[in-house]
């Protein structure tokens, strides 16, 4: 029970406090999200993943296969996901929005700590490497996702050509390809604009919760959050059988695979009119709910 509390409170609270100051700053001052939004779309998240990739240690046998688990289990959820919404005839732009917030899992300001605290630093090592992963696909297809609810699919790819996280990732393989060395004055502006962009997205999900409300969307709440904290567990265990994770790589491919709904699809919900407030529940509910999968799951690794 002890090391359960030490969980929330080194992991859980924090994010909860942040959230909370992001909360009363907006409702003091009445502070609308698109501003910040739009500093983290632009800046602190492309720096974050850049940074993530040019500081990779792993080999590239490690890299290949986490970026292959992730790619066939975010393919796998997307379609169980999409099934699912068409079954419950889910019109276009609530669908967008109930994709985005069932495959995309805040793996960085969540998934890293739990990972350390639970299975150490070569864990870490490896949900690093998932998180640059999924988050590189939260900036690329999941762009392509929250903006199809308002436009065309053709013109939402193309949308990605204008995107900085797109031009940072492929300069980050570059150099990581090339091995060329930033010099000190860039790595240190590139790691201020990465620090920056966690806390930030914690205060851009306080300042969501101002306008929190479920406008009439429990249905689409509820498979989301079955979706993001049950059957993506369920899938990562099946899928680490397949690509065959063992030991660090499977506790922290899987763990990270569970967590609770991305604080950056707020992001992509403002940036784009994709049900921003339905998206902001989405986060909100799940990371709530979220200990309750968890602690088993956690157990069940071996934590």
């Keep these: 029970m002890s090391d359960l509390?030490?969980?929330?409170?080194?992991?859980?609270?924090?994010?909860?406090?942040?959230a909370g100051a992001g909360f009363v700053l907006g409702k003091l001052f009445k502070i609308t999200p698109r501003a910040l939004s739009q500093v983290i779309f632009y800046i602190f998240s492309p720096a974050l993943v850049f940074r993530l990739l040019v500081?990779?240690?792993?080999?590239?046998?490690?890299?290949?296969?986490?970026?292959?688990?992730?790619?066939?289990?975010?393919?796998?959820?997307?379609?169980?996901?999409?099934?699912?919404?068409?079954?419950?005839?889910?019109?276009?732009?609530?669908?967008?929005?109930?994709?985005?917030?069932?495959?995309?899992?805040?793996?960085?300001?969540?998934?890293?700590?739990?990972?350390k605290f639970a299975f150490g630093d070569t864990a870490l090592a490896f949900a690093s490497l998932f998180f640059v992963t999924s988050a590189t696909y939260t900036n690329s297809v999941g762009v392509v996702i929250a903006s199809s609810g308002s436009t065309s699919i053709l013109q939402a790819i193309k949308g990605l050509l204008r995107l900085p996280s797109i031009y940072a990732m492929i300069l980050g393989i570059l150099l990581v390809r090339l091995d060329v060395e930033l010099p000190t004055v860039l790595d240190r502006?590139?790691?201020?604009l990465a620090d920056a962009s966690i806390p930030s997205m914690l205060v851009l999900l306080g300042l969501q919760f101002?306008?929190?409300?479920?406008?009439?969307?429990?249905?689409?709440?509820i498979l989301v959050t079955f979706m993001r904290l049950l059957i993506a567990?369920?899938?990562?265990?099946?899928?680490?059988?397949?690509?065959?994770?063992?030991?660090?790589?499977?506790?922290?491919?899987?763990?990270?695979?569970?967590?609770?709904?991305?604080?950056?699809?707020?992001v992509l919900a403002t940036?784009?009119?994709s049900m921003p407030s339905f998206v902001t529940t989405a986060v909100f509910v799940t990371t709530i709910l979220s200990p309750l999968t968890l602690t088993p799951l956690l157990y069940f690794l071996g934590a």
Excluded at 95 to 102: D, G, N, P, S
Aim: glycine share 6%; with cysteine; aromatic share 8%.
């Design 5 to 18: 509390i030490t969980l929330f409170s080194n992991n859980l609270l924090p994010i909860f406090l942040i």
């Design 55 to 115: 500081h990779s240690q792993l080999t590239n046998q490690d890299i290949l296969t986490i970026l292959a688990f992730a790619t066939a289990f975010l393919a796998v959820l997307a379609c169980l996901t999409w099934i699912a919404g068409k079954l419950l005839r889910l019109e276009r732009k609530i669908m967008a929005a109930v994709l985005i917030t069932a495959l995309f899992m805040n793996a960085g300001n969540f998934g890293l700590p739990v990972t």
């Design 189 to 192: 502006s590139v790691s201020l």
């Design 210 to 221: 101002v306008n929190l409300k479920l406008d009439g969307q429990v249905r689409q709440l």
């Design 233 to 266: 567990q369920l899938l990562a265990l099946g899928l680490s059988r397949i690509f065959g994770l063992t030991g660090p790589a499977y506790q922290a491919a899987v763990l990270e695979a569970g967590m609770p709904t991305a604080v950056l699809t707020t």
């Design 271 to 273: 940036e784009f009119d």
